[in-house]
């Protein structure tokens, strides 16, 4: 059994990101600038969006940290949103979400500049995506395709299930995991809530994706033998016997499944690490294409 080490290969990244930004300063070129964009206080999202500022840094990029309090209107998202459109000096910016209830998190998706759109969730993104034209991925099915990729695991002619049909993870995993080249040239089931027989769709796959979001769903008797797992689940379990009272738990039951896996994501570090690794790739890319368009 492998490690899948999202911690490992997203420092990786990392540094392979810090050097062309070294080669930019030193060319005396315009360094990627990030800007975030978080309403309200919600605790999950504060860390996110922290540590999303930090990677900027250690990688030396430009970030901005846009806060606006929980009470904002939609009209005041759309018009900042506007704003970061039009500013010249950021290359991409993200809105983290959840949004208050107040806000159409449709609407304000829609307002961004796809050319800014460095999560990869406007419509013009995510159709670009599917038609296997160059654009922004979203972070996490990227951060996936990169691990999958730098770990050579094989995916063509594979059964690849995927657990969950978000629009940021199992959707568009769905539709990369079909797609021609590598990662890609599998066969995909994709399943929810809804699909019937699920074990034996699962004990079927070769590879499962599962952003399903319940703790220890996937069980060992659901999978064959040297099946490659990607967990992209992250849970939030209480446990008084540690010192933050809670652990975090993915959608498998690590310690059985691993048993019978070819290669498995660690929960946390797995794929959690690559996500934001994947956001400052994007950034750079766009940061490249307008300087494409510029010159």
Not at 22 to 51: C, F, Q, R, W
Not at 260 to 266: D, E, F, G
Request: aromatic content about 4%; proline content about 5%; hydrophobic content about 40%.
């Amino acid at each position: 059994m492998i490690l899948l080490d999202g911690k490992k290969v997203s420092e990786d990244i990392k540094n392979e990101i810090t050097a062309e930004v070294d080669k930019m300063k030193a060319n005396g070129e315009k360094v990627p600038h990030l800007a975030a964009v978080i309403v309200g206080n919600d605790g999950a999202s504060l860390t996110y969006v922290g540590s999303k500022v930090r990677a900027c840094e250690r990688v030396g990029f430009e970030s901005t940290l846009v806060k606006m309090p929980s009470t904002t209107s939609e009209t005041e998202l759309l018009k900042k949103i506007k704003e970061l459109n039009q500013d010249d000096n950021i290359d991409g910016f993200i809105v983290q979400l959840p949004l208050p209830e107040q806000i159409d998190t449709q609407k304000v998706l829609m307002a961004v500049d796809p050319s800014k759109d460095v999560d990869g969730f406007h419509p013009e993104n995510f159709g670009k995506m599917a038609l296997d034209m160059t654009t922004f991925i979203p972070a996490t099915p990227f951060g996936i395709l990169e691990l999958l990729e730098r770990y050579n695991v094989e995916t063509k002619g594979k059964h690849t299930v995927v657990i969950g049909r978000s629009h940021i993870v199992g959707r568009p995993m769905s539709i990369l995991m079909g797609r021609k080249g590598f990662p890609g040239n599998s066969t995909v089931t994709l399943t929810h809530s809804h699909t019937k027989n699920i074990n034996q769709i699962t004990s079927q796959a070769d590879i499962i994706i599962t952003a399903l979001g319940v703790p220890n769903y996937l069980k060992a008797e659901m999978v064959k033998d040297d099946v490659v797992i990607v967990d992209v689940g992250i849970t939030r379990v209480a446990d008084e016997t540690t010192e933050k009272g809670y652990i975090i738990t993915g959608d498998v039951d690590f310690e059985n499944v691993s048993k019978k896996a070819s290669y498995i994501t660690p929960v946390p570090g797995g794929v959690g690490p690559m996500t934001i690794a994947m956001l400052l790739k994007n950034t750079l890319l766009a940061r490249e294409q307008r300087k494409a368009l510029n010159s």
